[in-house]
């Protein structure tokens, strides 16, 4: 690619694609965004890095202020991370860190629902589903964690009984040496782009208050609107005890992310024995990140940012809709801004990649999974040819 503007990217050749993919969920406001564009050049003439250790300064300060009033009520303490994998590994250290301030020393383990996807740096990976994570290869390498069955699918399923006697077992028989529970809440994006009724998170949420586990909501795909809430832990309606928040944080330009803790779970840590979080990133906290995601916060929030995930979602609904009738497809589903048809078959990425440049469109499946979460900026026009695309695939696999 060459350059790109809106929801379009350009090809060295002169090509355009209309970009179904947000770069991986990230690019909410489309690109080459002038407010964003502004924010970075302005800290460039002011400082680009310093150390965090022993400095602070306002780009760092007012990110954090902005964090703590758009995430739910209780989280008011941010760690800043260089990545959405690093935050899952402060989010899992916070917990273990916790739970050894409260003596609780033999807590050294997760439970967790299986088809999630964490990331890619050990922690988070001993934490990603089993099967389809890289739990064989690096096998005698990753920590052994526990994992239950992922929540029966849909978003508005009704609640399984069966299922809830499972999840309560398995913290019958694990949670005494269990520091958290870590879960994506209402939607697994890169285990297989599964909704789930929020409703099970409550029945998390109480076994994790019963056993004396904290628990994790990883909302680095869904935060910042793209289920149609600010943070899908509103759909759930309480607050976790940590969060993690990254890719969209800042809108695409720069890598950052965040995890945000209770009051409660930061005094804890602070009164023990090592007084502070044992994690220092060499690039915490760097000023150009932290510019960029402020500027991104403030112009989703000056933004019509529901009516256009409500939009967004319409539109993916209507126009794939016929996919459903289709014999190469499984399923047909679409929560908020992300629209996702699921095949029998296993799709060959790279030609199914061809065909979509082909087509105009960039999207990029995986597995069963084709799907679109595009900028939150595209138009009714747009989406209706990302969705003509995988319409015309599908037709014909
Ligand atoms: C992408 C992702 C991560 C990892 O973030 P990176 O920035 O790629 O390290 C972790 N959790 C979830 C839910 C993700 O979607």
Redesign the pocket.
């Known amino acids: 690619m060459a350059s790109a503007h809106g929801a379009t990217i350009t090809l060295a050749d002169g090509r355009e694609l209309t970009d179904g993919m947000a770069s ?2 990230c690019a909410i406001h489309g690109y080459n965004v002038p407010e964003l564009n502004a924010a970075v050049k302005a800290q460039t003439e002011q400082t680009s890095h310093v150390m965090f250790g022993g400095f602070t300064h306002a780009p760092a300060v007012e990110l954090g202020q902005r964090l703590v009033r758009i995430t739910p009520e209780g989280l008011n303490k941010v760690f800043l991370a260089d ?4 935050s ?1 590994e402060v989010a899992m250290k916070m917990a273990v860190q916790y739970q050894h301030a409260r003596g609780a020393r033999e807590r050294g383990k997760f439970l967790t629902f299986r088809g999630g ?5 050990t922690g ?1 990976m001993s934490v990603c589903d089993p099967e389809t994570g890289m739990h064989g290869l690096f096998a005698g390498f990753l920590p052994v964690h526990h994992f239950v069955a992922r929540p029966p699918a849909g978003f508005d399923a009704p609640l399984e009984e069966d299922y809830l006697k499972a999840l309560a077992e398995a913290f019958r028989l694990h949670a005494p040496e269990c520091a958290a529970f870590i879960c ?1 809440p209402v939607v697994q ?2 285990g297989g782009m599964h909704f789930y009724n929020p409703a099970y998170l409550r029945a998390v949420k109480d076994l994790c208050e019963a056993h004396g586990l904290l628990l994790i909501f ?1 909302e ?3 935060g910042f609107g793209r289920t149609g809430t600010m943070l899908a832990a509103e759909h759930a309606g309480f607050t976790p005890d940590i969060m ?1 928040v ?2 969209a944080l800042t809108g695409g330009y720069l ?1 950052l ?1 965040a995890t945000l803790c209770t009051d409660e779970v930061a005094e804890v840590i602070n009164r023990s024995e090592a007084r502070v979080l044992m994690h220092g990133p060499t690039f915490m906290g760097n000023p150009l990140a932290c510019a960029v995601a402020c500027a991104s916060i403030d112009l989703l929030l000056a933004s019509p940012w529901q009516e256009r995930i409500t939009r967004l979602s319409q539109n993916l609904a209507l126009h794939l809709r016929p996919a459903a009738q289709m014999k190469a497809v499984k399923d047909v589903r679409v929560l908020g801004g992300i629209g996702v048809v699921e095949t029998h078959e296993r799709v060959d990425v790279a030609k199914v990649q061809a065909f979509f440049v082909e087509r105009g469109v960039w999207i990029r499946p995986f597995g069963t999974r084709i799907y679109l979460m595009p900028p939150y900026i595209v138009s009714d026009a747009e989406v209706e040819k990302l969705c003509g695309a995988i319409l015309e695939w599908v037709g014909r696999s």
């Open positions: 991986w969920w990545s959405g994998s690093v899952v996807y964490h990331g890619d740096t988070p994506e994006g890169a990883d680095i795909a869904t993690c990254g890719k890598t992310a």
